[in-house]
């Protein structure tokens, strides 16, 4: 990245909505230089104060579902109400090169130049739960420089959804029709964690196929029970493609905001999501401590072949690791 600037012209520059700086302060964030990790940490207190006024919204799906198509266009619905959106657009990272496509502001084409609007797309590394190691320091970020809607675009469904829906204020899963086939391919866990789930792509001739999935989600919901003992997790149908019931979709989102918010789960999710978010940063930093101690680099690479090639169980490579890296 280009010379950092002081904390001061971060901030300011966050605080007055300039795109440029804010690109730059997530950028600052990303970074895993030590010196850059303190000026961060530095920038972030300073705009802390200024953040928490956004509704989170963490959307995720089956491959194919839509995501991109549905949160362009229930982004442009958003913005055109008065609300400023902030797309937080996280791309999964090749375990061969490293790459990653970052094509998400060419698959938003509206919300990419709609100046309410700001995408950022980030790869997500080797994170679990399809999201990038800063996520919720960009959330932070962006309800600083004013964005009172973040969304927040998981790889989807298939990796560890719960770090998504432990950093949002609401969990929206996308689905297809179909769903007989669907039910036995996803996860009980991310129907249990889904705080509103919509079936994409109703129109043509797939409306009834739709509501025919809607149905069964529901019945399966019913038995593996909702998230939160204050809401029931409703199933809509919706079409991003001709811009049908996303209005609906986006009704229930805030809904279950104002019935958390009566109940006071709304700042109990808050609460515990900060607590989480520290221990998330703890274990990150721990596990890059051990990779980079030099009496555990001396053997990794070593011991992974040989549990590799089942020589050595992972029970014991750990501990000879962990006895390198804490001796004693």
Not at 135 to 164: H, P
């Amino acid at each position: 990245m280009a010379r950092p600037l002081r904390p001061d012209a971060y901030v300011e520059g966050v605080l007055v909505g300039d795109r440029t700086v804010l690109a730059q302060t997530i950028t600052l964030l990303e970074s895993t230089n030590a010196e850059h990790r303190r000026l961060a940490g530095q920038v972030l207190q300073a705009l802390l104060p200024s953040a928490g006024g956004s509704h989170r919204v963490g959307i995720t799906g089956v491959p194919g579902v839509g995501k991109s198509t549905f949160i362009d266009q229930l982004g442009v619905n958003l913005t055109a109400a008065g609300h400023r959106v902030a797309v937080l657009a996280v791309d999964p990272t090749s375990s061969r090169t490293g790459g990653s496509i970052l094509g998400d502001k060419t698959r938003m084409e509206r919300l990419a130049v709609d100046p309410s609007a700001f995408i950022r797309p980030s790869p997500a590394g080797t994170t679990l739960g399809g999201v990038t190691r800063c996520t919720r320091e960009t959330i932070l970020v962006c309800e600083a420089a004013g964005f009172d809607v973040v969304l927040v675009e998981t790889v989807g469904v298939g990796q560890s959804e719960t770090v998504v829906a432990g950093m949002v204020d609401c969990f929206l899963v996308l689905m297809l029709s179909g769903a007989g086939d669907d039910l036995q391919g996803i996860k009980k866990g991310v129907l249990e964690i889904a705080d509103v789930v919509a079936i994409n792509k109703a129109d043509g001739g797939d409306v009834r196929r739709a509501e025919l999935a809607a149905a069964e989600y529901r019945t399966a919901l019913h038995l593996v029970g909702a998230p939160s003992p204050d809401w029931t997790t409703p199933v809509l149908t919706c079409s991003a493609l001709t811009n049908t019931g996303l209005d609906r979709v986006w009704e229930q989102v805030m809904l279950h905001r104002t019935t958390l918010e009566r109940s006071g789960g709304f700042d109990r999710r808050r609460r515990t999501q900060q607590v989480e978010w520290m221990w998330s940063m703890l274990d990150e930093r721990l596990r890059a401590s051990l990779r980079t101690d030099a009496a555990v680099r001396e053997r990794l690479d070593e011991l992974e072949a040989e549990v590799e090639a089942g020589r050595v169980p992972a029970t014991v490579a750990v501990d000879e690791l962990w006895g390198r890296y804490r001796p004693g």
